[in-house]
């Protein structure tokens, strides 16, 4: 069982980037997808979450308008897209799936940074 995210890196105030996590081992349309970041000194945070299927979508506030999350089933895969990035989203951010039938199965990736900064 694994989660590989991937697609961060170093963008300019008001840039993008697109950050990706492949499944990998388990049946990617019985989980529901989140990610999370977590930045120097600070608590992990939720970012946005997606439903099994994609019905459904959640985001922070402070992403709001900013970030959209998508997932390919055919491909086991979520994305999430980040534009007009601000330096408050650096952080290492981190791709999280959860069964959805007893929220027992979690599995985590293991991070990617993304770094805002002129």
């Known amino acids: 069982v694994q989660l590989v995210e991937s697609g961060g890196g170093l963008v300019q105030p008001g840039g993008s980037l697109r950050l990706s996590c492949a499944a990998y081992?388990?049946?990617?349309?019985?989980?529901?997808m989140s990610w999370y970041r977590q930045a120097p000194g600070k608590e992990r945070e939720l970012v946005a979450e997606i439903s099994r299927i994609g019905g459904w979508t959640n985001y922070a506030d402070s992403v709001k308008g900013r970030f959209t999350f998508s997932r390919d089933d055919a491909k086991s895969t979520v994305y999430l897209q980040m534009n007009s990035l601000k330096p408050e989203d650096t952080a290492v951010y981190y791709c999280?799936?959860?069964?959805?039938?007893?929220?027992?199965?979690?599995?985590w990736g293991q991070g990617t940074q993304v770094t805002v900064s002129s």
């Open positions: 999280k799936g959860q069964y959805i039938y007893n929220g027992a199965n979690v599995y």
């Open positions: 081992g388990f049946r990617f349309g019985d989980y529901a």
